[in-house]
């Protein structure tokens, strides 16, 4: 057992707070990684509020996690110590039903075991999160992070990186497509950057027309305003792809009509009522609505060596630990640019 440093949420309506906790024996298969920077997702507030239900608590939350490696178990194969490695949104899963099977962990039919707020498989005790000074992981759910990019930026690829990529990588995304990306915070900029560093000619739709050079600058081809009616008309029938990372309420008929016969709107963000859609709207011109869920092992090493290869990394704001509490109102107004990432070593 080693002591951990962390913040904490000690119940859903406090804030977080200092807290030191015990992290199991490096195990045979076990990569124990000291933790350099950490990633701050919007699902961590939804999270330590408990606004999804089922919140264990004391809660460490954080999975987007870049360190370097401390000391490996005696069976590890792909890590040794003093390489730099990541953990993402899952840290264990069953590894025999047909998904895990397929690479596809993230829809392990069993339940994969969350980074955080999860419970370990055969011990049944609570996952601590990133918030963290180190981490014990089964190699087989570490990721080897590239060198050649800052740490930083790369530490949110671990969620809102791959969540973008996943679903571009599923549908085939490239060279003629027409992409449409709905919201321009964290999960949006990435979208961009991956859709247009794949050849697609992307769009961002956004209520906020101040956003328009920022969504140039990241690589956006066109820019709509949705509220304006007659640029919204100009992309009627248009998207083959509409990434949609927007988690607040919504009435998706409008932003349905942008998609093109046999176009899919890819559902991302997690609004907290059901959106409502009239079926005719899919009907009438054989769209589709889908959803994506992070991506598996393989798949988010495979985002990690595109993002090295094509020089992408998330836009950050690096801060203190003792800022957390803070940095999630700012979250809450999207008052960010566009993650917000913890340098650990201010915890130590």
Known sequence: MSTTKAYAAPAASSPLAPFQFERREVGAHDVQIEILFCGVCHSDLHQVRDEWGGSIFPMVPG???????????????????????????MVDSCRTCPSCQEGLEQYCEVGMVGTY?????????????????????DEAYTLRVPDTLPLAGVAPLLCAGITTYSPLRQW???????????????????????AAAMGAEVTVLSTSPDKEADARALGAHKFVVTKDKSALKSVSNYFDFILNTV????????????????????????????????AFQLIGKRRRIAGSLIGGIQETQEMLDFCAQHNIVSDVEVIPMSYINEAYERMLKSDVKYRFVIDLATLK
């Open 63 to 89: 999975h987007e996690i870049v360190g370097r490696v401390t000391q490996v178990g005696a069976h590890v194969k792909n890590f040794r110590v003093g390489d730099l490695a990541g953990v993402g949104c």
């Open 117 to 137: 707020g999860g419970r370990e498989r055969g011990t049944g005790a609570p996952t601590y999160g990133g918030y963290s000074t180190q981490i014990v992981v």
């Open 172 to 194: 085939k995304v490239g060279p003629g497509h027409r992409v449409g990306v709905m919201g321009l915070g964290g999960l949006g900029h990435m979208a961009v950057k991956l």
């Open 247 to 278: 988690s607040a309420p919504l009435d998706l008929s409008q932003y349905v009509s942008l998609l093109r016969r046999d176009g899919t709107m890819i559902l991302l963000g997690v609004p907290p009522e059901a959106p409502q859609l009239h």
